[in-house]
Nanobody
């Protein structure tokens, strides 16, 4: 069974940094980690950053220049480096993976930013 586990969230001051990790496991075959989404209270889940197997990435405009995404294929892990965190960044951050045409979400990791 495919499992997706996010980690690295926490409380940080505005302007600070956090690095989130997403690890996928549960199959000998490759599980494709798509990227990161976030959902703030009362808002819809939104795409933050995605990365393909070749390393090409796409970011939502609000995080461009502040967030980077990378992957370690050997560990089947994707990272989201978040710098210069702003008061509008707090949310539960979710990792999306896809395996054999089915999407799998982790339980999320909470990011809180204090002003």
């Amino acid at each position: 069974q495919v499992q997706v586990v996010e980690s690295g969230g926490g409380l940080v001051q505005a302007g600070g940094s956090l690095r989130l990790s997403c690890a996928a496991s549960g199959s000998r075959d490759s599980i494709n980690i798509i990227g990161w989404y976030r959902q703030a209270p009362g808002k819809q889940r939104e795409l933050v950053a995605v990365i393909n197997s070749g390393g090409d990435s796409h970011f939502v405009d609000s995080v461009k220049g502040r967030f980077t995404i990378s992957r370690d294929n050997a560990k089947n892990t994707v990272y989201l480096q978040m710098n210069t965190l702003k008061p509008e960044d707090p949310a539960v951050y979710y990792c999306l993976s896809r395996f054999r045409g089915t999407d799998y979400w982790g339980k999320g990791t909470l990011v809180t930013v204090s002003s």
